[in-house]
């Protein structure tokens, strides 16, 4: 069977944080037609099992939102994980986790040698909405770009979707480049960034340097209530490696 879908497996405790993702989504969906599930979905007085079996079995991108919840769950530990474990080693299917909160997600054998967005010392619920954005908008990428192996999508939208991921992905090593170049400093604010870059709007900087510190490749330290950013470790090995 074809798999093209994607399948959000939540616990219902935990709905606002999918509301959150669904929002992001909601462009695949529009853009590229891509089947995006979760049990809302399910029609009044249908078969919800065969309705999430059917899903399932569609399924080319699982994401798990992690919890205290979702790890309490019977429903999801005894019908949804089983079967979206079995269709990512029988059928490739992949596995995105997303830590929602401080929970024992790394002690789960079952899920936890899954790649993580987040990591489970950084969930949802102690990030910033510019840093929940950023990981928000990377889970959409990753979808977009599994889905799209192989798939034409002719629509008159398509040279300027291309044309914007183009200017992001310059802005991004743009600024990469500059905490690079300025590394032996203690850091730079948002307004330093945005001057060196030479942007037009000042909240594509920002935005991309929401994206960098969910990622982990940016440090903030606050000085009189004023945010400063530098490259991390992680961040400076990456740069070193792949742009300088």
């Keep these: 069977m074809k798999r093209h879908g994607v399948f959000i497996s939540y616990s219902k405790k935990d709905t606002k944080w999918l509301d959150y993702l669904r929002v992001h989504l909601s462009f695949l969906e529009r853009e590229y037609k891509f089947t995006i599930w979760e049990d809302s979905k399910i ?13 399932i079995n569609s399924t080319k991108v699982a994401i798990l ?5 979702f790890l309490s769950s019977e429903f999801i530990n005894n019908e949804e994980l ?3 474990l079995t269709a990512a080693k029988e059928e490739g299917a992949h596995i995105f986790p997303i830590i929602i909160s401080h929970c024992m997600f790394s002690d789960v054998d079952a899920i936890s040698r899954f790649q993580t967005i987040n990591p489970p010392s950084e969930p949802l619920i102690i990030m910033n909405e510019g840093q929940r954005d950023a990981l928000f908008l990377k889970v959409t990428r990753e979808i977009k770009r599994v889905l799209s192996t192989g798939i034409a999508i002719p629509n008159s939208t398509t040279n300027l979707s291309s044309i914007e991921d183009l ?3 310059f802005n991004r090593v743009n600024i990469m480049s500059i905490f690079f170049e300025n590394h032996n400093t203690t850091g730079l604010s948002i ?3 945005y001057k060196l ?3 037009r709007k000042r909240k594509e900087v920002i935005r991309v340097i929401h994206e ?5 490749l940016l ?8 945010s400063y950013y530098k490259l991390t470790d992680i961040g400076y090995d990456f740069v070193d490696e792949h742009i300088v």
């Design 65 to 69: 939102m992690v919890s205290a919840n």
């Design 167 to 169: 200017k992001y992905s």
């Design 212 to 216: 960098l510190e969910a990622l982990a």
């Design 191 to 193: 307004k330093e960034i």
């Design 82 to 84: 089983p079967a979206l």
């Design 43 to 55: 029609e009044v007085g249908a078969d919800w099992r065969t309705e999430i079996n059917n899903a």
């Design 219 to 226: 440090n903030k330290t606050k000085v009189e209530n004023l």
């Design 197 to 199: 870059s030479k942007l």
